[in-house]
C-alpha cells in the first residue's frame, strides 16, 4: 500500500470494516477489535491513525507489532490469522496495517480471566454478540435442513412482525408466553431457515421477515 493509497483508505472514515487506533491499547481492547472483525467480515485495523483520522505514526512500530501479537497470544480463543504492513509517513514514523479476513474458525472469544466473551462489528463499533448471533455464527459451521411446526405462536410472531416490523426475543417472548430460552430458539430456528433475519444491535437484537430486511443487515 502507498501513502496515496493509505491517505484514501483513512479518508473513508471509520466503519464495519475500518478502525482507528493512535497505538495499541491494553491486550483486552485491541484483541476486542480484531475479534470482532474476524467474527464478522474482517477488516483492517490501522495503528497509528487516530479518532479523528489524523495520520500520527507510531515511533516503534517494532514494539507495537509484538503488543499486538501478545494481546491476540493471551486473550483471543481460537487463534486469529492476520497480516500485517507497514508503511513509512515520516521520518522514524509508520502506520502499520493489520488485515483481519473473516474468520472460518468463528466465533472467536475474549479471554478474560475465568469468563469468555465474543464481539462482532456493528456499523464502527464492536459490540458483545449476543446468545442468538453465537448460535447462528455455530450453526454457519454445521449448516442443517431446518424442519420447525408452523404453529399457533408462530402465527402471532408472523403477525407482530407484518404489523411492526421487527421484534426483540424479549418481545416475542411476553408475546407467546415463552421463556427467554424457548423464545431465543424459536427465533434461531427461523432465522436458519431464511424466514426471519437477525439485526444486530445495542442494546438489543431485533428480528425481521427476511423477505423484509435491509441487504445492509448482518
Known amino acids: 500500500m502507498t501513502l496515496q493509497e493509505l491517505n484514501q483508505l483513512v479518508a473513508l472514515g471509520e466503519g464495519l470494516t475500518l478502525e482507528f487506533k493512535r497505538r495499541v491499547p491494553r491486550p483486552e481492547r485491541i484483541a476486542k477489535e480484531v475479534i470482532a472483525f474476524a467474527n464478522t467480515r474482517g477488516g483492517r485495523l490501522l495503528l497509528g491513525v487516530d479518532d479523528s483520522g489524523t495520520i500520527v505514526g507510531v515511533r516503534d512500530p517494532d514494539e507495537e507489532v509484538f503488543a499486538l501479537r501478545q494481546a491476540l497470544r493471551r ?26 479476513e473473516e474468520s472460518a474458525r468463528k466465533p ?15 456499523e464502527d463499533r464492536s459490540i458483545e454478540a449476543s446468545p442468538e448471533v453465537l448460535a447462528l455464527m455455530r450453526a454457519e ?24 416490523g421487527r421484534i426483540t426475543v424479549q418481545q416475542f417472548a411476553q408475546l407467546a408466553n415463552l421463556s427467554r ?35 445492509s443487515a448482518a
Open 141 to 164: 459451521k454445521h449448516p442443517r435442513n431446518v424442519v420447525f411446526t408452523f404453529g399457533e405462536k408462530e402465527l402471532l410472531l408472523m403477525r407482530y412482525l407484518e404489523h411492526y
Open 75 to 100: 486473550c483471543a480463543t481460537p487463534p486469529i490469522a492476520f497480516t500485517l504492513e507497514r508503511i513509512q509517513v515520516e521520518h522514524r514514523r509508520e502506520v502499520i496495517v493489520v488485515t483481519i
Open 108 to 122: 472467536h472469544f475474549l479471554r478474560n480471566g475465568r469468563h469468555r466473551q465474543t464481539y462482532i462489528r456493528v
Open 181 to 215: 430460552r424457548q423464545a431465543s430458539r424459536t427465533l434461531v430456528l427461523l432465522t436458519e431457515a431464511n424466514v426471519l433475519r437477525l439485526h444486530p444491535d445495542e442494546p438489543h437484537d431485533y428480528f425481521t421477515l427476511a423477505y423484509n430486511a435491509s441487504s
